[in-house]
């Protein structure tokens, strides 16, 4: 069994850039596919980054250039840059973790996870 926590969210104003952390524990790190997923109000569950095992990334492509996963092996930790927050960018962010080895067109794919954490608030607004 696989826990996730997320921390690290907020209200920030356009332009400002926060990080969320995701700590994992039941499993180390290295030997699940983690990734990120928002929903916002009234919204359907948006992908919004992953990392495979072996370390490789993906972004989904309206937050590429402005946000980054990553992750301490050592902590057992990942994490999610995001920079140039902007107003649609309001919603509560979850950390997923799947134990398969997907394709990369999966990695988007909410059923490829099998934990799920409980969120973070992330509100942006002048």
């Known amino acids: 069994q696989v826990q996730l926590t997320e921390s690290g969210g907020g209200s920030v104003r356009p332009g400002d850039s926060l990080r969320l952390s995701c700590a994992a524990s039941?499993?180390?790190?290295?030997?699940?596919?983690m990734a990120w997923f928002r929903q916002a109000p009234g919204k359907e569950r948006e992908f919004v980054a992953a990392m495979k095992k072996s370390g490789g990334s993906t972004v989904a492509a309206n937050s590429v250039g402005r946000f980054a996963v990553s992750r301490d092996n050592d902590k057992n930790m990942v994490y999610l840059r995001m920079n140039s927050l902007e107003p649609e960018d309001t919603a509560v962010y979850h950390c997923?973790?799947?134990?398969?080895?997907?394709?990369?067109?999966?990695?988007?794919?909410?059923?490829?996870?099998?934990?799920w954490g409980q969120g973070t608030q992330v509100t942006v607004s002048s």
């Open positions: 039941g499993r180390t790190i290295r030997t699940l596919t």
């Open positions: 997923a973790a799947g134990t398969g080895n997907p394709i990369t067109s999966s990695l988007s794919l909410a059923s490829t996870y099998e934990y």
